[in-house]
């Protein structure tokens, strides 16, 4: 019977002694997970963009439905609106962070602020005036 015998010798490694070695997996790691962060929170304009079809029940009588129409130019959005009888007014102020659509525009010299929310093809949310909030939705048609 033939005993066999093996012999380890461990080595120190002194790779992650070295101080500059230790700084730049730091580095490395933090540079990582600012680009894994930094693309998740990266707002997807291409939910907005296009033509919706939109319902505000409780309007006045020609403001109730309309088209909401998005685009996009150089990552900035905007939009217009265009009523039922075909008037258009351009939107102010339109903004999409995390998941969050806003925007406003004056009707007949009142600022009316709008905030949806966007899921999938379907948008939710409130219009702001003076006479109050109404629920407004949306669904995008192209």
């Given amino acids: 019977m033939e005993i066999l015998s093996i012999r380890v010798k461990f080595v120190p ?21 600012t680009m894994t962060v930094n693309a998740a929170m990266v707002q997807n304009n291409n939910d907005v963009v296009g033509e919706w079809k939109y319902d505000v029940k409780s309007a006045p009588y020609g403001y109730e439905k309309g088209t909401l129409t998005f685009s996009e130019n150089e990552k900035q959005l905007s939009g217009e609106v265009k009523f039922a009888d075909g008037y258009k007014i351009k ?10 659509l806003t925007f406003s525009l004056y009707v007949d010299y009142e600022l009316i602020t709008v905030k949806t929310k966007i899921e999938g093809k379907k948008m939710k949310g409130t219009v702001g005036s003076s006479g109050g909030k109404m629920e407004l939705t949306a669904e995008k048609t192209r």
Avoid: I, Q
């Fill in 13 to 33: 490694v002194k790779l992650l002694n070295n101080s500059k070695m230790k700084s730049f997996l730091v580095l490395v790691f933090f540079a990582a997970f």
């Fill in 91 to 100: 939107l102010k102020d339109v903004l999409y962070k995390e998941g969050e």
